[in-house]
Antibody, heavy 121, light 107 residues
Framework: EVQLLESGGGLVQPGGSLRLSCAAS????????MSWVRQAPGKGLEWVSG????????SYADSVKGRFTISRDNSKYTLYLQMNSLRAEDTAVYYC??????????????WGQGTLVTVSS | DIQMTQSPSSLSASVGDRVTITCRAS??????LAWYQQKPGKVPKLLIY???TLQSGVPSRVSGSGSGTDFTLTISSLQPEDVATYYC?????????FGQGTKVEIK
């Protein structure tokens, strides 16, 4: 059974940093692209960042480019999102999502339960 | 970047009604289009991929169609358990953009 468990969310001040983790199980982690998708309170889904199965390819939404860094440790079956220079508009539930291929044309077949990030002074 | 626009943003229909949601891409994306359902307080769930292929376990009253820039999600007979927000997503290439969502309610 595929399981994705996010952690690392919390309250952080504007300009601060936070690192999210997503622990995966139930599938061969290194074979699949992974993404982070966020949802601000009462708003829709926004894709944030994605990484290929091997970690060699990454992509970011314009809204986070230069501030967020996605990475993965395939030996630990864990996906990460390092978030720097956080802004109030980054407040959201952050989901990790599993792709259906190694990279490229990959929709999301499994989602974690999400972790809430609140950016506020 | 390609933009995804859904319409309507919300709808209210009676149980048993046929419901159609439209998703339009600002450029052609072939059939690289997925639909997700998010029930209130829940995690998004994959319904359809490749524009028209039903994910395992999704009821047959749900269907998808389209190619290029125009896509539709249809629920042939709306049920109370279909109350949710529905999102389209393009996945031909990064960024894997979502539509803004369509909220479906029971009248």
């Amino acid at each position: 059974e595929v399981q994705l468990l996010e952690s690392g969310g919390g309250l952080v001040q504007p300009g601060g940093s936070l690192r999210l983790s997503c622990a995966a199980s139930g599938f061969t982690f290194s074979s699949y692209a992974m993404s982070w998708v966020r949802q601000a309170p009462g708003k829709g889904l926004e894709w944030v960042s994605g990484i290929s199965g091997g970690g060699g390819s990454t992509s970011y939404a314009d809204s986070v480019k230069g501030r967020f860094t996605i990475s993965r440790d395939n030996s630990k079956y864990t996906l990460y999102l390092q978030m720097n220079s956080l802004r109030a508009e980054d407040t959201a539930v952050y989901y990790c999502a599993k792709g259906v291929s190694n990279w490229g044309r990959s929709y999301f077949d499994f989602w974690g339960q999400g972790t809430l990030v609140t950016v506020s002074s | 970047d390609i933009q995804m626009t859904q319409s309507p943003s919300s709808l209210s229909a009676s149980v048993g009604d046929r419901v159609t949601i439209t998703c339009r891409a600002s450029q052609g994306i072939s059939n690289y289009l997925a639909w997700y359902q998010q029930k209130p307080g829940k995690v998004p769930k994959l319904l359809i991929y490749a524009a028209s292929t039903l994910q395992s376990g999704v009821p047959s009253r749900v269907s998808g169609s389209g190619s290029g820039t125009d896509f539709t999600l249809t629920i042939s007979s709306l049920q109370p358990e279909d109350v949710a927000t529905y999102y389209c997503q393009k996945y031909n290439s990064a960024p894997w953009t979502f539509g803004q969502g369509t909220k479906v309610e029971i009248k």
